[in-house]
């Protein structure tokens, strides 16, 4: 039997990601800085409950994850019919191109995080990439392509580059893209862990019905094993996700771990100390080691620019026990570019000695 199914399937390559997973003969002393993970990890609070309610995993979880929705309508400022969780934010970014975006053409920075080009392509989309390695110096050639009935994917901050956006130039993309009928999907999962602004464009849903915003657990509360994420949008855009989500896919532990994370309002503000003093101490140092430049960043990773291939570093920096991200699978990146998570102290020491010794 031949088995047959559409183009963009047969085609389909799924998209290569950081992790310790990512690596074969895994070692568990290995430092991750591939993983762009808050720097404190999980609230013990969080590990706290997950350890009192194993006994819920006999159970079927609540399909519509009503009590965090209900505490993350406290939490974003949103009701419920405008709040949908899911299976990690990855879940959430496949569903909305799934539901709205066949066959429309869609405009996506580059280099940008590649589950955008990746969802969008699986449902037959239009891809115009535009590279920049910084939107803000770009914008007004970037609102001009902006397509009719189509869809915008922008990363706030941007993964890999740690660029972002201000709400007044996310406004400007937000209210061309309406005139022309086109979605704006603004990824926000790493606004959290973002030091010294807050440009979230949040409240601007409740005057744009074209805007849909993105969030996740993952990153600013350690939950990536978890796999929890949420997303807001109208109430029209909503109802529709909720329709064809995949039944019971936020499990219990999820959904119990999400409460009690945003709860933890001073885990957020603790990261966010260190990420400040931290990316000063890695950009300093690593800026003057030999062939490594750091590009600013406004949250907790940093792209690096380097002289010898990345694959190398990586197999490099692997004998001593430290993993990053080589970024030459991006889209509009190079064999030359590296990325790196804010850690704590010690493991930041660890990884610029390191990086001293391969240079």
Partial sequence: MKIRTKNAITNHNPVIHGGKFSISNLDPDIIDFSSNVGPLGIPVSVKQ???KILDKMTLYPDLDSTSLRSDLKKYVGFPESNLIVGNGAIEIIYNFCSAFLAKKRILIPAPTFSEYESATKLVDCKIEFFKTMNLSENLDLFISKIPTNGCVFICNPNNPTGNILSKKQLKQIILTANKKSCFVFVDECFIELVPKSNESVLPLIKNFDNLFVLRSLTKSFGLAGIRIGYGIGSKQMIKILQK???????????QEAGIIAIKNKSHLKKSKLIIQKEYLFLKNKINNIEGFECHESSTNFI????????????????KHKILIRDCRNFHGLNNNHIRIAIKSHKDNLKLVKALEIIS
């Fill in 49 to 51: 409950i997950l350890k």
């Fill in 244 to 254: 064809i989500k995949i039944p019971w896919s936020v499990n219990v532990l999820a």
């Fill in 303 to 318: 792209l690096i620019k380097t002289k010898q291939n990345s694959t190398k570093i990586q197999k490099q920096l692997l």
